[in-house]
């Protein structure tokens, strides 16, 4: 059985920094791609981050380029999301994703809630 358990979220001022993980289980980590995606409270889930198995190639959504970083750690099966400078339009309930086939996600964490207030 595969699991998604993403941790890390909480409230935090704008400026701050957060660090999100997501500890995978039930699949070969190292083999899948794995993204980052966000949904705020009455909008769409939006893509924020991705990186691809073996070379590691990241790719970023606009609004988080310069800011935000993902990383994995296949020996510990684990994503990361580093979150800095962040801005009130960065609250909402971030997910983690894996992909056997790039951007086509096969699992879904439950979410963890990130809050920044001004």
């Known amino acids: 059985q595969v699991q998604l358990v993403e941790s890390g979220g909480g409230l935090v001022q704008a400026g701050g920094s957060l660090r999100l993980s997501c500890a995978a289980s039930?699949?070969?980590?190292?083999?899948?791609?794995m993204g980052w995606f966000r949904q705020a409270p009455g909008k769409e889930r939006e893509f924020v981050a991705r990186i691809t198995w073996s070379a590691g190639i990241t790719t970023y959504a606009d609004s988080v380029k310069g800011r935000f970083t993902i990383s994995r750690d296949d020996f510990k099966n684990t994503l990361y999301l580093q979150m800095n400078s962040l801005k009130p339009e960065d609250t909402a309930v971030y997910h983690c994703?894996?992909?056997?086939?790039?951007?086509?996600?096969?699992?879904w964490g439950q979410g963890t809630q990130v809050t920044v207030s001004s």
């Open positions: 994703a894996a992909a056997r086939r790039a951007a086509t996600y096969d699992y």
């Open positions: 039930g699949l070969t980590f190292s083999t899948y791609y």
